[in-house]
């Protein structure tokens, strides 16, 4: 079983351009989440997702970043005009149902992007 | 290789009594240790976090943990527990200076009984 998959796992863009990061949620996930982890920090909440939905875009700056969950295909973060303070690692996670209610939440973690603006 | 287990799927507990959430780590590198909690329809919320500095952390809503290089762990605690801590929690190992080899463990999933 496929666990949740990014791409691409380390990305370099120079200061002005688009980024895009993809996030292909477990077989069968319809929720995703996206954060964002800065060096010597924790990790940060971004945006949850449903299929088509935006549920929660707290964590999300106002310009520049937007994110989606198509009904198909996977996640996309988009971040327009990157500057250096952009550079981080960025995680995706999905799972099948709110997580936090029920029984096992199936909440999985993909293994990040590394994006470094230049 | 780096690895994180939380030892227990699912913990219940009375309101009022301690709370207990196992987490034991294996790692190459010298690591960062969080606790992270995730309540419905959130996202995870940061409860504390080890960085090298005091081996025994102390975090938001009464939580706190210990790290226990001897033992290889990291187990998060609360002396008394509260309806509004249940929830899902983290426990998330990542080796200093290197954010892009985070690990996260299952989940323990906290039940608070009346």
């Known amino acids: 079983n496929a666990g949740v998959m990014q791409n691409p796992r380390h990305l370099v863009r120079r200061r002005g351009q688009e980024a895009r990061l993809r996030c292909s949620p477990v077989?069968?996930?319809?929720?995703v989440y996206w954060y964002r982890q800065l060096p010597e920090e924790g990790l940060k909440f971004m945006v949850y997702?449903?299929?088509?939905?935006?549920?929660?875009e707290s964590g999300m700056p106002k310009e520049r970043f937007s994110a989606e969950f198509p009904k198909e295909g996977p996640s996309i973060l988009r971040i327009q005009q990157v500057v250096r303070g952009d550079s981080a690692a960025y995680f995706c996670?999905?799972?099948?149902?709110?997580?936090?209610?029920?029984?096992?939440?199936?909440?999985?973690f993909g293994s990040g992007t590394r994006l470094t603006v230049v | 290789a780096q690895s994180v287990t939380q030892l227990d799927s699912h913990v219940s507990v009375s309101e009022g009594t301690p709370v207990l959430l196992r987490c034991n780590y294996s790692?190459?590198?010298?690591?960062?240790l969080f606790w992270y909690v995730q309540h419905p329809n959130k996202g995870l919320q940061l409860l504390l976090k080890?960085?090298?500095?005091?081996?025994l952390v102390k975090g938001i809503n009464g939580f706190e943990a210990e790290f226990k290089k001897s033992e290889t762990s990291f187990h998060l605690t609360k002396p008394s527990a509260h309806m509004s801590d249940a929830a899902e929690y983290f426990c998330?190992?990542?080796?200093?200076?290197?954010?892009?080899?985070?690990?996260f463990g299952k989940g323990t999933r906290l039940h608070i009984l009346p």
């Open positions: 996670a999905s799972s099948p149902g709110v997580v936090g209610r029920g029984g096992q939440s199936g909440y999985t």
């Open positions: 077989k069968g996930h319809s929720h």
């Open positions: 997702l449903q299929k088509e939905n935006i549920i929660d």
């Open positions: 790692s190459s590198y010298s690591p960062s």
């Open positions: 080890y960085t090298s500095a005091a081996t």
């Open positions: 998330v190992v990542s080796p200093l200076n290197r954010d892009d080899k985070i690990i």
